[in-house]
């Protein structure tokens, strides 16, 4: 056509190939090493999380334990290793069954015995009730605990000494793969000691009479100030 012009313009784009970069694929084993080593670090950064969530704990075991005064001994034997509590079956005397383990996050001074309750069955629940009395303050922080090892009815007489008292009914030979007596020791003849987190930690002598208690209420509140940076009353 006249007068038209056919040349492209100026600024149009020439036709040159399109420069495309190509980027290679990762190879499977450098995926695999950097997942492996994203795992590692994963790992330790859990574990730094559980040191220091379970540092307090620690520090209170090892001042009880390992830091103590010369001259200074329990009266209580230590339990070591400690044995943590099974998930047994228990009865309470009223209400519905439930487990051991539901009694974690409380101190615990436990008694075992049948329901017959002898006369060292009585001065167990006696002293239970008057080790706990004399922690004053720090009282709440402690459950008293009779577990009991057979069906037969609990006399109506011991009922009002035990209102503010843990009372369940749990089979005797499980039970003494958990709680252990000293050797030539029956199961009934101890009090125990059960740490917040459902560790057995310690039993007194069996036999416990008053002198005795005296000793005992001193282990006691030594293991009430070790663990009162991260112990409170109650159960979370």
């Known amino acids: 056509m006249s007068g038209s012009n056919s040349s492209p313009p ?3 784009p020439s036709d040159q190939p ?3 970069t190509v980027h290679s694929l990762p190879s499977p084993g ?3 090493q950097e997942d492996a080593r994203r795992t590692v670090v994963g790992r330790w950064k859990m574990l730094a999380v559980l040191l220091v969530c379970a540092a307090p704990v620690i520090a209170s075991y ?3 334990y390992v830091v ?3 001259g200074r001994r329990n009266f ?3 339990i070591e290793p400690q044995r943590p509590v099974p998930a047994l079956a228990a009865t309470p005397l009223q209400g519905p069954p439930t487990n051991l383990q539901t009694l974690r996050g409380q101190w615990l001074l436990v008694t075992v015995a049948g329901a017959a309750c002898d006369a060292a069955c009585e001065q167990h629940l006696y002293l239970q009730r008057q080790l706990r009395e004399s922690l004053g303050k720090n009282k709440d922080r402690m459950d008293r605990v009779w577990l009991v090892t057979d069906d037969a009815p609990v006399r109506e007489a ?8 843990v009372v369940w009914r749990v089979d005797a030979a499980q039970l003494a793969q958990w709680l252990q007596p000293a050797a030539g020791q029956t199961l009934a003849g101890h009090l125990y000691v059960v740490d917040p987190m459902g560790n057995f930690m310690m039993r007194f002598p069996a036999g416990l009479d008053r002198e005795g ?3 005992a209420k001193r282990d006691l509140e030594r293991l009430m100030r070790a663990s009162a940076s991260w112990d409170q009353a109650g159960r979370p």
């Open 10 to 12: 100026a600024d149009a």
């Open 18 to 20: 399109l420069d495309l």
């Open 30 to 32: 450098g995926v695999a």
């Open 62 to 64: 090892f001042t009880y």
């Open 68 to 70: 103590r005064p010369e």
């Open 76 to 78: 209580g034997e230590l």
């Open 158 to 165: 011991l009922l009002p000494a035990l209102s503010d008292a």
């Open 213 to 215: 208690a005296a000793r």
